[in-house]
């Protein structure tokens, strides 16, 4: 029920989002090109397409800047004026729509950029907006000096909004990407378990396949991180929330362990449904309670990150209670000497369960201890 919930969690994460980035396009791009055209008063004449480029450098910061820190959207900016500026010059001297400053264009942004040490966004952008600008402006309009005025006014106005929108829910972007993240998890881990069961290599294949796609995952979980960081800088009646931030980032740690696991334990499941014995039910068994132990985890993230401290603690209890039980389940495989691949898949179930312990703030030495003593391992975990 709880994965259930997790999901529709996450697909309206995903449709709140969409709709919240399709308002601020929208808003962005009117909004700048009301204030060029309209309220500064631009020396645009009566011609009020002139102020096209406002709107558009609106869009592009809206793109490239969206979930970013501020300096990154500082920076993003800054490359679009660059740009702007470069492409301008190129028309002065060379002409629009000409070979030879589409050539020049492209030599000089790389050349600045590289010089510059700008990121890889800056040195898109900056090449970008000089390209577009040599490319479509008509023959009769070579000369147009608002146009940085224009960029400007839009990306500013784009950063605003970010920043403004960020600021409004700080903590959302964490809420959403750790839902994100752990859904991924459980499936992988689900995956795994429906393809040892059945004894398909080709569906271990495939879930190997999608357990080396979970790096993604992951770091976009360590950028909410940043970016909820961030947002507190500029919500100032949210600063009490700083520690539940903190809290978030040492769980973050420990999800990266787990993607690296996960991963392994998939590559392991691969070579052992290529044996001709299927694999024992046991490890069924475990990975359908690691998946439990996986959504607590997930639970206890989203509970600190609401501040629901109670939530969190009954959570977090529970998935000691699952950890102990996931190590219980596979204690009949150690009465006997195993193969290879399950001798392996059993150490990155116990990694697996310490990770998720940690994520859940969960992992008490009492607890890892019954984990270690369910697996037949002395205990080795100091008392705090």
């Known amino acids: 029920m709880s994965r259930l919930t997790n999901w529709f969690r996450t697909a309206w994460g995903r449709l709140h989002s969409g709709w919240q980035l399709l308002a601020e396009v929208t808003l962005g791009a009117t909004a700048s090109w009301l204030v060029a055209s309209r309220l500064i008063?631009?020396?645009?004449?009566?011609?009020?397409?002139?102020?096209?480029?406002?709107?558009?450098?609106?869009?592009?910061?809206?793109?490239?800047?969206?979930?970013?820190?501020?300096?990154?959207?500082?920076?993003?900016?800054?490359?679009?004026?660059?740009?702007?500026?470069?492409?301008?010059?190129?028309?002065?001297?060379?002409?629009?729509?000409?070979?030879?400053?589409?050539?020049?264009?492209?030599?000089?942004?790389?050349?600045?950029?590289?010089?510059?040490?700008?990121?890889?966004?800056?040195?898109?952008?900056?090449?970008?907006?000089?390209?577009?600008?040599?490319?479509?402006?008509?023959?009769?309009?070579?000369?147009?000096?608002?146009?940085?005025?224009?960029?400007?006014?839009?990306?500013?106005?784009?950063?605003?909004?970010?920043?403004?929108?960020?600021?409004?829910?700080?903590?959302?972007?964490?809420?959403?990407?750790?839902?994100?993240?752990?859904?991924?998890?459980?499936?992988?881990?689900?995956?795994?378990?429906?393809?040892?069961?059945?004894?398909?290599?080709?569906?271990?294949?495939?879930?190997?396949?999608?357990?080396?796609?979970l790096d993604s995952r992951s770091a976009a979980l360590r950028r909410a991180v940043l970016v909820a960081d961030e947002n507190l800088h500029l919500a100032i009646w949210a600063r009490h929330s700083r520690p539940r931030v903190e809290a978030a980032r040492a769980a973050v740690d420990q999800v990266d362990h787990a993607v690296r696991n996960i991963r392994a334990l998939a590559r392991s499941a691969v070579v052992l449904t290529r044996l001709p014995d299927p694999p024992p039910p046991q490890l069924g068994t475990a990975l359908a309670s690691l998946n439990r132990l996986t959504d607590c985890a997930a639970a206890v993230l989203a509970a600190v990150v609401s501040g629901d401290d109670d939530l969190a603690e009954r959570h977090t209890d529970q998935a000691g209670r699952i950890a102990i039980a996931t190590a219980r389940a596979v204690t009949p495989l150690l009465q006997h000497e195993q193969s290879l691949p399950v001798s392996t898949i059993l150490g990155h179930i116990r990694m697996l369960i310490i990770d998720l312990l940690r994520s859940a703030r969960a992992d008490r030495p009492a607890v890892l201890d019954a984990v270690d003593q369910a697996l037949d391992l002395p205990p080795v975990w100091p008392r705090r």
């Open 41 to 213: 008063g631009g020396p645009h004449g009566g011609d009020d397409s002139a102020a096209f480029y406002a709107p558009a450098a609106a869009l592009i910061v809206l793109a490239q800047a969206r979930g970013a820190r501020l300096g990154q959207a500082i920076r993003v900016l800054i490359g679009i004026a660059v740009g702007v500026l470069l492409g301008e010059a190129a028309i002065w001297l060379l002409g629009a729509r000409s070979t030879a400053a589409i050539f020049v264009v492209i030599l000089v942004a790389a050349g600045l950029s590289i010089a510059a040490g700008a990121p890889g966004v800056v040195r898109n952008q900056l090449t970008t907006s000089a390209l577009f600008l040599v490319a479509v402006v008509p023959p009769d309009k070579e000369l147009e000096p608002t146009r940085l005025y224009d960029a400007l006014i839009g990306g500013t106005i784009a950063l605003l909004i970010t920043q403004v929108a960020g600021a409004r829910s700080p903590l959302e972007p964490l809420d959403t990407e750790g839902r994100r993240a752990f859904t991924e998890l459980s499936g992988v881990l689900d995956g795994i378990r429906q393809a040892l069961r059945r004894h398909d290599e080709e569906a271990a294949q495939a879930v190997l396949d999608r357990a080396r796609q």
